[in-house]
C-alpha cells in the first residue's frame, strides 16, 4: 500500500499571476490547507492579493533573492508551489526557483511544485526559453525533497498567444491544421494542483492533464461558431525552420516558441483518470473567452 504524506501549509509564489491566482483560489475554496501568498518586497498595494486575503489566505512578503529571507517565510511550510513566470524573470528565472528550493531543503518543505504548467519537452527536444525549467528539475530531482512535475498544456486564455485573434477573426498555423493540442482552463489547473497533493502516484512524478485534446481545425471552427464569422486562415510552417538556420525573414526568438509548442502540443498520455473531477469543456471555455473579447 502506498503512503501518502500529510500536508497543513501551503506556500504559493506568484499568486497574483495569471497562473497563480486561480491556482490559489482553488486551494482556498479546497478549505483543507493554510494557505500562504508570497509577493516580493516592496509592500504594494494589489487588488488580487487583497481578495485572497478576504478569503483566508495569509499574504508575506519577502526578497526572492535572499535566501535567508526565504527561509524565515518558509519555516513551517509543507508545501511550496511555485508559479512564477519565466518570461518575465528572463535570466533570474532559474536562480530564483533555485533559492527556493535551497531554503524548503534547509526548512524542512516535504513537497515542491515548480513552475512547469505547460506543455511537454524532453532533454532532447526543449526550447532555449525553457531550458531553464529542465535545469531545475534536474535540481529538485537531486534534493531529496518530494516533487511533483505538472503539465496541462496551452492555458484556454491564452489561444491568442498562439495565433487566434479574436478580435480580428484570423488565425496564424504555425503546424499542420490536423496537428493536435492539449488545452486547459486556469481553473481546472487550480483543481489538478490540489488534487494532486491527495494522489499517491503524484508523488515524485510527473502528471500531465489536459482539458481537451483538439485539432487546430476543429479549435478554429469553435472559435467561428462562437464567434458566428467565418475567420481568414494564414499558414507559417517554416517558422522554426528559418529561426535555426537564419533565414529572412527571420522569426523571434518568441515565435520559435510558439511554434515549439504547437509542434509539441499533444501528450502521448494522459493521467486524468487518477483525478476525481471532469474539467470544463473548451466549447465552454472559448464562449467564455468571446464574449470578453
Given at each position: 500500500m502506498t503512503m501518502t504524506t500529510t500536508f497543513e501549509t501551503v506556500v504559493i509564489a506568484g499568486a497574483t499571476g495569471n497562473l497563480g491566482y486561480p491556482i490559489a483560489e482553488a486551494f482556498l475554496n479546497d478549505g483543507s490547507y493554510k494557505i500562504k501568498i508570497l509577493r516580493q518586497k516592496p509592500e504594494s498595494k494589489n487588488e488580487k492579493a487583497e481578495l485572497l486575503a478576504s478569503?483566508?489566505?495569509?499574504?508575506?512578503?519577502?526578497?526572492?533573492?535572499?535566501?535567508?529571507?526565504?527561509?524565515?517565510?518558509?519555516?513551517?511550510?509543507?508545501?511550496?508551489?511555485?508559479?512564477?513566470?519565466?518570461?518575465?524573470?528572463?535570466?533570474?528565472?532559474?536562480?530564483?526557483?533555485?533559492?527556493?528550493?535551497?531554503?524548503?531543503?534547509?526548512?524542512g518543505v516535504k513537497r515542491f511544485i515548480p513552475s512547469e504548467f505547460g506543455c511537454d519537452y524532453t532533454p532532447d527536444n526543449v526550447h532555449p526559453l525553457i531550458e531553464a525549467k529542465l535545469k531545475f528539475q534536474k535540481e529538485l530531482?537531486?534534493?531529496?525533497?518530494?516533487?511533483?512535475?505538472?503539465?496541462?498544456?496551452?492555458?484556454?486564455?491564452?489561444?491568442?498567444?498562439?495565433?487566434?485573434?479574436?478580435?480580428?477573426?484570423?488565425?496564424?498555423?504555425?503546424v499542420d491544421g490536423n496537428s493536435k493540442i492539449a488545452i486547459t482552463s486556469l481553473a481546472d489547473i487550480g483543481k489538478y494542483t490540489v488534487e494532486s497533493l491527495k494522489l499517491p502516484e503524484a508523488r515524485n512524478a510527473t502528471i500531465r492533464v489536459a482539458g481537451s485534446t483538439v485539432t487546430f481545425n476543429e479549435l478554429l471552427q469553435m472559435l467561428e461558431k462562437a464567434t458566428d464569422s467565418k475567420w481568414k486562415v494564414t499558414e507559417d510552417r517554416e517558422v522554426r525552420h528559418r529561426y535555426r538556420n537564419k533565414i529572412e525573414p527571420i522569426p523571434s526568438i518568441v515565435d520559435d516558441f510558439k511554434a515549439f509548442i504547437c509542434e509539441n502540443g499533444e501528450f502521448s498520455k494522459l493521467d486524468n483518470d487518477k483525478f476525481s473531477f471532469t474539467p470544463r469543456s473548451l466549447a465552454e471555455c472559448i464562449n467564455t473567452i468571446v464574449k470578453k473579447a
Open positions: 478569503k483566508g489566505a495569509e499574504i508575506v512578503y519577502v526578497d526572492y533573492t535572499q535566501k535567508d529571507d526565504l527561509v524565515k517565510v518558509l519555516k513551517g511550510t509543507d508545501v511550496v508551489v511555485n508559479t512564477l513566470n519565466p518570461s518575465k524573470m528572463g535570466d533570474g528565472f532559474f536562480s530564483t526557483q533555485l533559492s527556493f528550493l535551497e531554503a524548503a531543503k534547509e526548512v530531482e537531486k534534493s531529496g525533497l518530494e516533487y511533483t512535475f505538472i503539465y496541462t498544456g496551452v492555458f484556454h486564455s491564452y489561444l491568442h498567444y498562439f495565433g487566434f485573434d479574436i478580435e480580428n477573426k484570423t488565425a496564424l498555423f504555425y
